[in-house]
């Protein structure tokens, strides 16, 4: 059985801020895909980023940054310098290699304020 | 290009009555799912398609849900008798192929209220 956590259910920050969305995940599996993606208020899920299991190194994308540590099980997000336009509901999402259903995290609702 | 698109965006219907709710993947993606997401459930897998295999219907809740890809291309949700309870907003997704490494791209989702 595979599960993903995200415990922070809404955050708030001001503009500029720096802010990390956690994500722990349970499998059983040893080759899996993590994945980010982000939920603005129009609904339509915007895939970020995917990680294979076999790959720890950190990513940055422009403001984007993501850390991946298999000896927790986690794969954090950080936005760093944050802005209005990142305010939406990010889900942290699992699938092993030879599945076909992505399972998601309850989502984090991350609200920047100006 | 273009991206997955879903139609009705939003459609109210009567408890008991049927429902089609469809989806037009992106052009050349061999896979397609169907996900649910309500209040209190979070994003759930409904089923899945991957070219001519036979789909994989394990997170279908019950079986008044049923799913038909025609073509390898578009694919139609089937609720019927609906209930309250299946009020929640039904997103699909494609992608390159059935290998998990792929990202799925969702569609904009159809919001379903049933009264």
């Known amino acids: 059985a595979q599960k993903v956590t995200q415990a922070q259910t809404e955050i708030s920050v001001v503009e500029k801020e720096d802010v990390t969305l956690d994500c722990v995940y349970e499998?059983?599996?040893?080759?899996?895909?993590l994945f980010w993606y982000k939920q603005p208020p129009s609904g339509e899920l915007v895939f970020l980023i995917r990680r294979n299991s076999f790959d720890e190194q950190n990513e940055i994308s422009g403001r984007y940054s993501w850390n991946f540590q298999k000896s927790t099980s986690s794969f954090n997000f950080t936005i760093t310098a944050s802005q209005v336009v990142d305010s939406a509901v990010y889900f942290c999402?699992?699938?092993?290699?030879?599945?076909?259903?992505?399972?998601f995290g309850e989502g984090t609702q991350l609200t920047v304020n100006p | 290009g273009a991206g997955v698109s879903q139609s009705p965006s939003n459609k109210v219907t009567e408890k008991g009555k049927d429902v089609e709710l469809r989806c037009d993947p992106i052009s050349g993606h061999t896979a397609l799912y169907w996900y649910r997401q309500s209040l209190g459930q979070g994003l759930e897998f409904l089923i899945y398609f991957q070219g001519n295999s036979a789909p994989d219907k394990s997170g279908l809740p019950s079986d008044r849900f049923s799913a038909e890809r025609t073509g390898g291309s578009v694919s139609t949700l089937t609720i019927q008798r609906t209930q309250q309870e299946d009020s929640a907003v039904y997103l699909c997704?494609?992608?390159?192929?059935?290998?998990?490494?792929?990202?799925?791209?969702f569609g904009p989702g159809t919001r379903l209220t049933v009264t």
């Open positions: 997704a494609s992608s390159q192929g059935g290998v998990a490494s792929y990202e799925q791209y």
């Open positions: 499998t059983r599996d040893t080759t899996y895909y």
């Open positions: 999402a699992l699938i092993h290699l030879s599945g076909s259903r992505l399972t």
